[in-house]
């Protein structure tokens, strides 16, 4: 995996006239250390329709300076970016390319943009000499790199473009505060915040590359994820008897839809980078945003055709699956590592801690590498690449140009139905197998449910989110419940092995007999949670 660096800086621009302030009695800045100039060379690659641009992304290939090589730069919060470094090489590297696979999908990159920058650098140190923050005044020259000019300017090509920029980046422990106070003394002096998130933002505007003649979003997401594309949204508004009074009587059950659907198609494309990465809670994250489309797209079946999205289904669920094998193991793990430390010493028989941590390891291993296997797959290219064109022509139905609240009140109340006809055949049902498979049924079933009533807020408002919240508490219970009868069965394995190396069982059976109390715990509590949930006042209240 290519080496990682969090970046925290703030960009500014200032005329070629603008002298720099002393930063020296800043917050804890004593002495400023000039760090010499260094010649920077760097090549930006996109696709011709610049995919990475618009999700706020940039690979490069840099030459000159302390860390020439291939820099991939992923967005992780305003000001906040992670970059990748891998070493340099004649094209870009597999580590970084499958890192935007979701972005680029089969598209090729290309050269778009050619910086050449003149970098001054300056340290800010504290009393004892430990470094700050470093201040980079950059003279940039930018212009379209070879290949990326239009066959119709490439007798005359494009002008380059020349600015002045102004970089100021922590290290160590400067803090957010060092960041504001050297803002504050840089713009007292004439400097004014850059007007473009990156160098390369303003290089493709100003040499007249950027799509629709603009720098690309500051924010850095793809809004057409969010927002959808116009096509889209004008099919939303012109379904539907009473399409042309939405002004008056709010949004639609399409836009209330596709806004949901299009959020959860943004989570799954933005967290593949984090999960390849292997960055926690990245896998249960991208598990559940799959989970939630596919679950909206059978909820609101009224509104999105069910011919068109079930295949779409078959393959969120599929992701959904391979996804789980690794973010189950980790939560069994964790689970049966809280079950172990919470017995007194004496009762920890053999060498548990250590069957555990290699039974636990061995699974990883493989879950691992058959998850980056799925991802690399052309299984899951295709699903990314279904997912996008189905953002841009989503199979509206004719509800979907009728009132929202109407449609969502309609798709979470029949949902409802469903999982109370779950619930009672449970609670009906057999102790042992039966029981355990209908209250897992059951599970499933109040998930989608809650998902229909989150997915329903913004037509609905607060009744639905007390209703989503209700029923959170119901899947909560069912799945403590299936996750004790998962329990069990890797403590059964893990006593066979453990007896089979000659070292006992008895721990792993001690907690096995704790698992099976909680379950009946929590069988024993459903009943008055979920009365407390399917009282006809709160489906009442869902009701426009």
Known sequence: MADTVREIERKYEADDDTRLPDLAGIDRVTAVAEAGTEDLDAVYYDTADQRLAAAGITLRRRTGGRDAGWHLKLPVAPGVRD???????????????????SRVLDGELVAVVRLRTR???????????????????????????????????????????????????????????????VGRALTAAGVRPASAASKLAR??????????????????????LVHGSGKAAVKAKGKG????????????????????????VRVII??????????????????????????????????????????????LKWLAAELGVERD??????????????????????PVDARLRIWSERHRAGARDRLLDV?????YLA????????????????????????????????????????????LAASAGRERDEALHGARKAAKRTRYAAEAARPALGRPAKKFAKRTKRVQQLLGDHQDSVVARGALRELATQAQRAGEGGFTFGLLYGREEALAVDRERALPDVWRKASRRKHRAALRP
């Open 83 to 101: 970059e990748l470094r891998a070493p340099l090489s004649e094209t870009p590297p597999p580590e970084l390319t499958a890192l935007v696979r």
């Open 119 to 181: 970098r001054t650098v300056r340290v800010l140190k504290d009393a004892a000499g430990t470094p700050l923050a470093e201040v980079a005044e950059d003279a940039v020259h930018a212009w379209p790199a070879a290949g990326a000019v239009d066959a119709g300017t490439a007798g005359a090509g494009r002008p380059g473009a020349r600015w002045r920029e102004i970089e100021v980046e922590l290290v160590g422990d400067g803090g957010a505060g060092l960041l504001d106070e």
């Open 203 to 224: 290089a493709l505007a100003e040499t007249g590359q950027s799509r629709d003649g603009a720098a690309p979003h500051a924010a850095g997401p793809d809004e057409r």
């Open 241 to 264: 008897k009473g399409a042309g009074k939405r002004g008056k009587r709010g949004p639609t059950a399409g836009d209330v839809v596709l806004r949901y659907a299009r959020e959860q």
């Open 270 to 315: 933005e967290l593949d980078p984090a999960v390849r990465r292997d960055l926690p809670d990245a896998v249960h994250r991208m598990r559940v945003a799959t989970r939630r489309l596919r679950s909206a797209f059978r909820s609101y079946t009224k509104v999105l055709d069910r011919a068109a999205t079930q295949p779409i289904g078959v393959e």
């Open 329 to 350: 193991r980790e939560v069994l793990t964790e689970r049966l590592r809280e079950g172990l430390a919470e017995l007194p010493g004496t009762l920890l028989l053999g």
């Open 375 to 379: 991802l690399d797959g052309p299984r």
């Open 383 to 426: 699903l990314l690449k279904t997912l996008h064109a189905f953002l841009e022509e989503p199979p509206l139905r004719k509800a979907a140009g009728r009132p929202a609240p109407e449609v969502a009140a309609g798709a979470v109340l029949k949902d409802y139905r469903r999982l109370a006809r779950r619930t009672e055949a449970a």
